[in-house]
T-cell receptor, first 107, second 113 residues
Framework: DAKTTQPPSMDCAEGRAANLPCNHS???????VYWYRQIHSQGPQYIIH???NNETNEMASLIITEDRKSSTLILPHATLRDTAVYYC????????FGKGTMLLVSP | ETGVTQTPRHLVMGMTNKKSLKCEQH?????MYWYKQSAKKPLELMFV???????ENNSVPSRFSPECPNSSHLFLHLHTLQPEDSALYLC????????????FGSGTRLTVV
């Protein structure tokens, strides 16, 4: 499974876009990049995933670099409820998680 | 509710007790997982089941014993635990092994005294 590196914390003003980076330089060709988030004391929640192409859903957008060594999760209009730990993960048969990024959205 | 239900939500047990954690999903998923989340540590994958068969055991001590009677239910039997086993235990499921749209339960907060 790919080893991932994320900044430990980030701040974002409410209503602004939150851009969360992730390095996954060891990812192999058939491993997807997954993003989850965990609000305090709850189970992680799936956000989005991608292989090569950029992806968008109702929650977020995922931008994957052409060499697939890094990606960025974009929350276009962050709200207070988006305050959580965000995990980037790569894997083939199972997922492993790093320490994630604590995103704090402030008024 | 995510579709994955874990019970109990909180559990306090002594080191000589035997208890079980339960996970149930009716999403039609065929793969189920146990993760452990200790304070200020990443989630650690413990066990993986695919179509009721255990496919992965990440060097978990034998005081943790998983059971998967069918694709909808997963148990984690606990006995003679240590205080350092106190953690949030999370169950997850996915359509298939290798299909990573995991759905997690809310977890069981375990405290060993």
């Amino acid at each position: 499974d790919a080893k991932t590196t994320q900044p430990p914390s980030m701040d974002c003003a409410e209503g602004r876009a939150a851009n969360l980076p992730c390095n996954h330089s060891t990812i192999s060709g058939n491993e997807y990049v997954y993003w989850y988030r965990q609000i305090h004391s709850q189970g992680p929640q799936y956000i989005i995933h991608g292989l090569k192409n950029n992806e968008t859903n109702e929650m977020a957008s995922l931008i994957i670099t052409e060499d697939r060594k890094s990606s960025t999760l974009i929350l276009p209009h962050a709200t207070l409820r988006d305050t959580a730990v965000y995990y980037c993960s790569g894997g083939y048969s199972t997922l492993t998680f790093g320490k994630g990024t604590m995103l704090l959205v402030s008024p | 509710e995510t579709g994955v239900t874990q019970t109990p939500r909180h559990l306090v047990m002594g080191m000589t007790n035997k208890k079980s954690l339960k996970c149930e999903q009716h999403l039609g998923h065929n793969a189920m997982y146990w993760y452990k989340q200790s304070a200020k540590k990443p989630l650690e994958l413990m066990f993986v089941y695919n179509f009721k068969e255990q496919t992965e055991n990440n060097s978990v001590p034998s005081r943790f014993s998983p059971e998967c009677p069918n694709s909808s239910h997963l148990f984690l039997h606990l006995h003679t635990l240590q205080p350092e086993d106190s953690a949030l235990y999370l169950c997850a499921s996915s359509q298939e092994l290798g299909r990573h749209g995991y759905t997690f339960g809310s977890g069981t907060r375990l405290t060993v005294v």
